[in-house]
C-alpha cells in the first residue's frame, strides 16, 4: 500500500516539476541553497559531507537517480530522522533541489 502511494505522489512530482522548475525566482532559488545548507546540513553536515545522515555531494548521489532522491525529500526515510518535506515544498521546489544536490560544488 505505502508502495503504491509513493508510486503515485512521485508521478505527480514528475508531472508537474517539468512545467514548474523554470519558474522559480532567483531569490526562492537562494532561499533554497540556504535551506540546503542551513536545515539539511544540520543533519548531513554543513558542508553535506555526511554527519546524522549521509553525505549529499554530487559524489554521494552519483549512482542515485534523481527520481529516488526526489522521492526521497519528498517523502522522507521511514525509520530514520529524515522527514517528509513535501507539506512545505512544491514539487518545483523539491526537483530543484534534487537538482542542486546533484551537482552543488561551486554553486554556493
Not at 18 to 33: I, P
Not at 37 to 66: I, Y
Request: net charge neutral.
Amino acid at each position: 500500500m505505502r508502495e503504491s502511494l509513493m508510486l503515485i505522489m512521485l508521478c505527480a512530482l514528475t508531472a508537474s516539476a517539468g512545467a514548474n522548475a523554470d519558474r522559480l525566482s532567483v531569490q526562492r532559488q537562494q532561499e533554497l541553497k540556504d535551506l540546503v545548507h542551513q536545515d539539511c546540513g544540520s543533519c548531513h553536515g554543513m558542508r553535506l559531507t555526511g554527519g546524522l545522515g549521509p553525505a549529499l555531494t554530487p559524489q554521494a548521489l552519483q549512482g542515485k537517480n534523481h527520481e529516488f532522491v526526489t522521492a526521497t525529500i519528498s517523502e522522507g526515510r521511514l525509520g530514520t530522522p529524515m522527514p517528509p518535506w513535501r507539506s512545505l515544498l512544491s514539487a518545483s521546489e523539491i526537483h530543484w533541489i534534487a537538482d542542486y544536490l546533484k551537482g552543488w560544488e561551486g554553486k554556493r
